[in-house]
């Protein structure tokens, strides 16, 4: 029979270790590539302080500075990992096109983002952080500069068009000098981005929406909803669609299904709505965009690594 002390140690030690096992970030194993993509040049690079802070780089046999993809994967800021690139490019195709490449890993909203206001600056930053890293490591790794495109799904397609259309990000009187590097990008491909985390302009395009509330700390889209006004100001500035201007660089963006604007769709995270809204603002601005969906007039490309090499080898 086990004495009142001891039951009462027993369980304060199983009350420690229950609220850590419920605090600590979940484990979960490390990715890997898939077969089809050559080992990495280098692995595992850090472009900041953070353990997300990483990159892998495939550097293209060339006499000459090469142009270089930044792919940004997928999984809604919540997921994922570089591992994950041959989802959004042939890095093989690109290699032998002249094309480097590099996978990159950021910080989840899920685990690492807490301290970041709004949430979603985090992974955006860092995405504008790690370009402005590979610029500086031009002459190292024979990189040309001036042609450096973006790639990446769903929320890594965001993030790529939220780069391709802000204004640089580069600060010029910044002792460090990778800060100093632009985050222009000569152009992107992309997969189910979404082009606005605006709920309302969601709920326009497409009524059944419910993606986004997480990237402004909000738990469902009901609320994101309701706080819309409140937060229009960090909205504004992390959709991509917001800051298209005639000055921006052409974007390739492939879909799977058919659009239908103001009509509930089968995957609303995902919707080709959002792309179609997209070209129409381009179009406005007189800007390129390439939109690929079944049955789409708007495209010249078969998929995102063939115009990514036409774009980024064309003279």
Known sequence: ?????VKFTLTLILTLVTA???CAEPKTEPESYDASVPTPTQSEIPYGAHERHVLDFWKANSDKPTPLVIVFHGGGWNGGSKERVNRFADVSALLDAGISVVACNYRLIKHHAQDVTPPVKAPLHDAARALQFVRSKATEWNINKERIAAAGGSAGGCTSLWLLYHDD????????PISRESTRLYCAAVGGPQTTLDPAQMKEWTPNSHYGGHAFGKENFAQFLADRESILPWVKEFSPIEHVSPDDPPVYILNKRVPGIGQEQEDPTHTTNF????KEKCDSAGISCQLNYPGSPHFQHSDRTAYLIAK????
């Open 1 to 5: 029979m086990i004495s009142d002390p």
């Open 20 to 22: 850590t096992a419920h």
């Open 169 to 176: 990000l580069a600060d010029p009187t910044s002792e460090d």
């Open 275 to 278: 792309s179609v809204k997209l």
């Open 312 to 315: 980024l080898n064309s003279l």
